[in-house]
């Protein structure tokens, strides 16, 4: 179900128009950033929190989209929305968008997301290749994602095969 899910996510952006709206392409990030909540499992003790933070550090590019998130359910949690000004006040995040204005600071970001087991999710152009774990990558009207498996594993995060299937690139 996941699998015909994402394809119908990546088929209907492809098929977008040229006039597509920026907030379409936000609307197919958002259910992506959705469904890679369900595909990542956490080792604790982040998998003991009672709910699934998400939060944006950075420019938010979502706007009001992202917001349709705040309360569903990912694996038994509910999702929660944060927009953290510092990195510190992003201490009880489990999954860090991080926006495009953050891409200087990209090291110190990566490395203190995976001090504290966050999932890395972020569209700067070579995130993975930087230490991300999760790059959205567009091709035309085509939104993909990049996975880097080893910045995940250093997060003791581990990532369900399906999703690994549906990258563009998997850094191993």
Do not use: H
Not at 44 to 68: M, N, S, T, W, Y
């Amino acid at each position: 179900m996941f699998l015909k899910f994402l394809i119908a996510l990546v088929l209907w952006s492809a098929i977008g128009s040229s006039n597509a709206s920026v907030r379409s392409e936000y609307e197919v990030k958002a259910a992506f950033l959705y469904n890679f909540t369900r595909f990542i499992t956490w080792s604790e003790p982040v998998a003991d929190a009672e709910d699934l933070k998400i939060c944006v550090f950075g420019r938010d590019p979502f706007g009001d989209v992202l917001q349709q998130l705040d309360g569903r359910m990912s694996q038994g949690k509910a999702l929660t929305l944060a927009y953290p000004q510092t990195l510190i006040d992003a201490e009880n995040c489990q999954v860090l968008f991080v926006g495009s204005a953050k891409s200087r600071d990209l090291p110190s970001i990566t490395r203190y997301a995976e001090e504290r087991r966050m999932l890395t999710i972020s569209e700067i152009p070579e995130f993975v290749d930087e230490g991300g774990i999760i790059g959205y990558v567009k091709e035309g009207n085509v939104i993909r994602f990049e996975i880097n498996l080893q910045a995940a594993q250093r997060a003791g995060l581990q990532i369900n095969s399906r999703l690994l299937e549906l990258a563009l690139r998997v850094i191993r």
